[in-house]
């Protein structure tokens, strides 16, 4: 791993762009993988503004929330339109579909897409439970795409996107821990005090299913981009 301590997410935001740029201009990113949720917002402001050229890029997402459709304005489909999708042209862009009929081949479908687009570069966060995507604690690492029933610490962290904690969805589909580790190159980022015992774990703890991101420990080419609060256990 390699751990990389900033001041900001501005800061923060800057070093992952430049992981972005170096593999656009080298022609070694062919699909990015994304995330959403606060964590990752500054960085798609930074891309909005770099001019990008990702016309021969395909991106896959984590997740997204199962219920909502893809012009729900909660739904993570919503989200990437509005973010980024909008204001930087892709090749082809890819998120599971919430409301398929049949989640379990919507699963496979996706798994399908993860297998046409080898995932180059992933953007991650951290829970403040250690989740990565939405593969909570005690998920099998070697879980590919699947339906998460989410936590009670992750409906409550989400619950500020909604108006009141009834409308957080209760399910996910999301990119599993297999799914993720596939990525040639990982980079994750993380901000406040809040999250910094789930960095300490994910860093220096043993590597278990109780702590989803300390999997991380196994993979080739992870970078840690953090400030300093998220930081301040280490």
């Keep these: 791993m390699n751990i990389v301590v900033v001041k900001n ?31 990752p917002l500054k ?3 930074k891309m909005r503004g770099a001019n990008l050229d990702c016309s021969d890029v395909a991106t896959v997402n984590l997740d997204e929330y199962v219920g909502l ?4 304005p909660q739904s993570y489909n ?19 579909n919430g409301v398929a009929e049949n989640l379990q081949e919507e699963c496979e479908r996706y798994e399908a ?5 080898p995932v180059d ?16 604690p005690g998920t099998s690492f070697d879980t590919k795409t699947h339906v998460v029933e989410l936590t009670e610490s992750t409906i409550e962290s989400n619950k500020v996107h909604f108006e009141k904690v009834e409308d957080v969805p209760t399910h996910a589909i999301s990119m599993g821990i297999a799914s993720i ?3 040639k190159e990982i980079v994750l980022l993380a901000f406040g005090e809040a999250k910094a015992e789930a960095v300490k774990q994910m860093v220096n703890g043993p590597v278990n299913e109780g702590c989803p991101a300390s999997v991380l420990q196994n993979h080739a080419n992870v970078t840690i981009i953090i400030d300093e609060a998220a930081a301040s256990k280490l």
């Design 9 to 39: 997410q501005e800061e923060a935001a800057e070093k992952a762009l430049e992981l972005v740029k170096a593999g656009l201009e080298k022609g070694s990113i062919k699909t990015l993988g994304l995330a959403t949720g606060s964590t």
């Design 43 to 45: 960085l798609y402001e």
């Design 69 to 72: 459709a893809p012009n729900d």
């Design 78 to 96: 919503h989200y990437m339109k509005t973010e980024l999708f909008d204001h930087v042209k892709f090749k082809e862009t890819h998120l599971p």
């Design 113 to 117: 897409v993860l297998s046409e687009n």
């Design 121 to 136: 570069l992933q953007v991650l966060g951290i829970g403040t439970n250690a989740h990565i995507g939405f593969n909570e």
């Design 181 to 183: 580790m596939e990525a």
